[in-house]
């Protein structure tokens, strides 16, 4: 019993073994089966012959879609009548194959295969730089050089990339912004479509956060205002359509001194506004953008707000012929001024001062010009402009001095 179950076993692994082969042969068989073609350029008049490999003596019946462009014999000679396209398929059993002939007048046919010829042996061309060689190089019509670029069959996405590749591979640091657009743009200009572009642009090997770098640099050296900020550039090649990682690393590795930028803004802001105060300034530095964390260094190392007091000081001097020590004292705190900077801007205006004291005496002198340096001292004194005794006293006779001459 044990025997023949043993032997009922076998047989069925036989017949298992031996039915999958033969699936599998028959799928390999079927699956070898192929032309010599998928597609084929004719010339009028000429001819080629189209070959069904592993067909094992199989019969096989030829058909070709239209009969007027190219017509097929039934040992799958195929013969080119006219130009356009047709489609000959080989039918074999159930199965069919197909090649798609392009029959071309002779001219044509010497055009495409010019093109293909430049293309295999140039990496990366575009229309345009084909259309010139075609015309130029090989004397075609632009007709035909057209006629050529649209039906040689040529891999545009991939020419488009290769170009990118070298278009980069050209550009050099600071001289060329190379962003996304800027390819697009000049990948476009040299006759590839918006959809090839875009192609390029997404797969081509570009590094791009280096040409993020290349972009920051061509901004900052050539169309950055004076004391550009972090948030300029990232707002440029935002535009330019890089990614926030790519801007960041620009930004990171442009070779900008970021607090070096911050301070020399800072400097020209006060010395073109003498009136401005720390308050002034951050405000203004922040409306440009400048990354806080330099706005506060700069404010708390970079100026000498000592001298930036003064500054202040004797610009509202200047401009109020009336002032006093106690109006530009809240002046300067409204600013942001330490009591220490305040007092030492008040102390080193003393000529100022005397200046202020003699325009008061000289006002004096005006309405009665026989005021003496004592009437005139208790006068100013009594405007309570804050000056002291000796600004005063200068000031009067300064004033008396002018008179007298």
């Known amino acids: 019993m044990k025997l023949f179950k043993s032997i009922a076993i076998v047989i069925a692994m036989l017949m298992a073994i031996s039915t999958v082969s033969f699936n599998q042969v028959v799928e390999v068989d079927a699956a070898a089966m192929k032309l010599n ?30 009969k007027k462009i190219a017509k097929v014999s039934k040992k799958g000679k195929v013969k080119g009548l006219k130009e356009g396209k047709a489609i000959i398929t080989a039918k074999i059993g159930k199965k069919k194959l197909k090649c798609t002939v392009t029959v071309m007048t002779k001219a044509h046919y010497k055009a495409v295969k ?3 010829n430049w293309v295999k042996n140039n990496k990366g061309l575009s229309r345009n730089q084909l259309m010139n060689l075609l015309v130029g190089a090989d004397k075609l019509s632009k007709a035909n050089a057209k006629y050529a670029i649209d039906h040689s069959g040529i891999n545009w996405n991939k020419n488009a990339a290769e170009f990118a590749e070298e278009y980069i591979k050209d550009n050099t640091d600071e001289v060329d912004d190379s962003s996304r657009d800027v390819l697009k743009e000049y990948l476009t200009v040299n006759g590839f479509t918006s959809s090839e572009a875009d192609y390029a642009v997404k797969h081509a090997k570009i590094d791009w956060k280096k040409e993020a770098v290349k972009s920051a640099k061509f901004f900052l050296k050539y169309n950055a205002p004076y004391g550009a900020s972090r948030k300029d550039v990232e707002e440029e090649l935002a535009k330019a359509h890089y990614t926030k990682d790519e801007i960041q690393y620009a930004i990171n590795n442009c070779g900008i001194d970021w607090y070096g930028r911050a301070l020399s803004y800072a400097k020209k802001s006060l010395s073109d506004n003498s009136n401005t105060g720390r308050l ?56 942001d001024y330490t009591t220490a900077e305040i007092e030492y801007a008040v102390t080193n205006c003393s000529e100022e001062w005397k200046g202020l004291a003699y325009r008061s005496a000289k006002d004096y002198l005006i309405e009665d010009s026989s005021y003496t340096k004592e009437d005139l001292i208790g006068m100013i004194k009594d405007e309570n402009r804050g000056f002291t005794d000796a600004e005063i006293s200068a000031g009067v006779e300064m004033a008396l001095s002018e008179l007298q001459a």
């Open 37 to 66: 073609y998928s597609k084929k350029n004719l010339q009028v008049k000429k001819s080629f012959t189209l070959k069904v490999k592993n067909a094992k003596k199989k019969k096989i019946k030829w058909s070709s879609s239209k």
């Open 114 to 116: 010019a093109a293909k």
């Open 280 to 335: 002034t300034l951050k405000e203004d530095m922040e409306m440009e953008y400048f990354d806080a964390v330099d706005i506060n260094r700069v404010l708390a190392q970079g100026i000498n707000w000592k001298e930036a007091a003064l500054n202040f000081a004797k610009y509202y001097i200047t401009e109020n012929d009336y002032a006093d020590k106690n109006e530009l004292r809240s002046q300067l705190k409204a600013n």
